[in-house]
Nanobody, 119 residues
Framework: VQLQASGGGLVQAGGSLRLSCAAS????????MGWYRQAPGKQRELVAA???????NYVDSVKGRFTISRDNAKATVYLQMNSLKPEDTAVYYC??????????????WGKGTQVTVSS
């Protein structure tokens, strides 16, 4: 499996970004997917998840501001981020929920995309 996240950048507080993640090497439509983030010095956390049928849920800190969506035909998952705050600054990754595993059984993580929100 390969996951390629894109769309990050530097934005002022209150701004918006839309992240995209293209997946290959998997039957995308059969996987629940999620967006995760890792801020400096903190553990990686799941911030948004979307089931195969489209049901989504969010960590409390992003509810009402972030929207996750998926396009199974394009094997792509998106994260629309509005009203961004400095505390949203992190490297954002997409993955299955739970994460894909490598052959050795470790969680597989593709390249993330940096989101930096200035105050």
């Amino acid at each position: 499996v390969q996951l390629q996240a894109s769309g990050g950048g530097l934005v002022q507080a209150g701004g918006s970004l839309r992240l995209s993640c293209a997946a290959s090497g998997t039957i995308f439509s059969r996987n629940a997917m999620g967006w995760y983030r890792q801020a400096p010095g903190k553990q990686r956390e799941l911030v948004a998840a979307i089931a195969t049928g489209g049901f989504s849920n969010y960590v409390d800190s992003v509810k009402g501001r972030f929207t996750i969506s998926r396009d199974n035909a394009k094997a792509t998952v998106y994260l629309q981020m509005n009203s961004l705050k400095p505390e949203d600054t992190a490297v954002y990754y997409c993955n299955a929920n739970p994460p894909f595993k490598t052959v050795s059984g470790m969680d597989y993580w593709g390249k993330g995309t940096q989101v930096t929100v200035s105050s």
